[in-house]
């Protein structure tokens, strides 16, 4: 029984380089969430997907993050330009309907230089 | 403006005795609360839940207290083992899709 894939598993890029995280949800669930973990800020959602349509991207922290999700079967996120601030362990999640428990991937440890 | 906080950042128990961990919110309107379970290079594992009309929520080991007039949940783990050693954080659930979570309290259980 697949859970959330997430890929890179790891990411170490230089400043200014574009970084996609890739993440393919639970098969069924129709809610998708983007998180980014810091050590200073805990858990934050940057972006919420209801049947692949962006309905909450107030936590995205600047214009250099963007997030799609062309199907239902896979979601990107993607910081362009990179910045060193920009490190942090981002995580996908995905669940059945979207106020109930949401199954995490592995996250993304993300490091830029 | 924390919503949600663990305030022990960490906590060890001994094998066979009971881990409490503690979660304080701020905002009453939070209805629906989730523990999650996190170890080292993998995502949280949702663990337990409790909605606000229930004040317990039992699972095997794990059982979950709401008290809503202090705005305290805690997570009872009877016996702890040392596979229950991880980071748990608490989360509250804030409108329909938003979870709020704790920063996380780290269990070490001592064999």
């Known amino acids: 029984d697949a859970g959330v894939i997430q890929s890179p598993r790891h990411e170490v890029t230089e400043m200014g380089q574009e970084v996609t995280l890739r993440c393919k949800p639970i098969s069924g669930h129709n809610s998708l969430f983007w998180y980014r973990q810091t050590m200073m800020r805990g858990l934050e959602l940057l972006i919420y997907?209801?049947?692949?349509?962006?309905?909450?991207d107030s936590g995205m922290p600047e214009d250099r993050f963007s997030a799609k999700m062309p199907n239902a079967s896979f979601s990107t996120l993607k910081i362009q330009p990179s910045e060193p601030r920009d490190s942090a362990v981002y995580f996908c999640a995905s669940s059945l309907r979207r106020n109930q428990p949401q199954h995490f991937g592995d996250g993304t440890r993300l490091s830029i230089l | 403006d924390q919503q949600v906080k663990q305030n022990s950042p960490s906590l060890s128990v001994q094998e066979g005795r009971i881990s409490i961990l503690n979660c304080d919110y701020t905002?009453?309107?939070?209805?629906?609360f989730l523990w999650y379970k996190k170890y080292p290079a993998e995502g949280p594992t949702f663990l337990i839940s409790?909605?606000?009309?229930?004040d317990k929520n039992e699972d095997g080991r794990f059982t979950v207290f709401l008290n809503k007039s202090a705005k305290h949940l805690s997570l009872h783990i009877v016996p702890s083992q040392p596979g229950d050693s991880a980071v748990y954080f608490c989360a509250a659930l804030s409108g329909t899709y938003k979870y709020i979570f704790g920063t996380g309290t780290r269990l070490k259980v001592l064999a």
């Open positions: 409790i909605s606000s009309i229930k």
């Open positions: 905002n009453s309107m939070f209805d629906y």
């Open positions: 997907f209801n049947n692949n349509v962006p309905i909450d």
